[in-house]
Nanobody
Framework: QVQLVESGGGLVQAGGSLRLSCRAS????????MGWYRQAPGKQRQLVAV???????DYGDSVKGRFTISRDNAENTVYLQMNRLQPEDTAVYYC????????????WGQGTQVTVSS
């Protein structure tokens, strides 16, 4: 099981930036595609971005060109750089093993709240 600690959220004005961090424990991190997800009030959790073990990345359509996912395997950490934030980006952001999410066995951390004011 991967243990996850997300940080870096906060309140920011529209157009601003935030950098989220997620430190994962466990050897699974190194072999896993890692993803950032978000859940807004009253909505289902959605995939924001994923980075595969080889470095390839994929993004949700709403964040392409604004968000960048990266990983530091030496630190077991995955990052999400969020630029040009918009009010619709407001959500709790979570990271997780993408494979575990796809297979339905993921356990979620507490996430980090991102609030974008207009």
């Amino acid at each position: 099981q991967v243990q996850l600690v997300e940080s870096g959220g906060g309140l920011v004005q529209a157009g601003g930036s935030l950098r989220l961090s997620c430190r994962a424990s466990g050897r699974i991190f190194r072999a896993s595609a890692m993803g950032w997800y978000r859940q807004a009030p009253g909505k289902q959790r959605q995939l924001v971005a994923v980075i595969y073990s080889g470095g390839r990345t994929d993004y949700g359509d709403s964040v392409k060109g604004r968000f960048t996912i990266s990983r530091d395997n030496a630190e077991n950490t995955v990052y999400l750089q969020m630029n040009r934030l918009q009010p619709e980006d407001t959500a709790v952001y979570y990271c997780n093993s993408h494979n575990m999410v796809l297979t339905g066995v993921a356990a979620w951390g507490q996430g980090t709240q991102v609030t974008v004011s207009s």
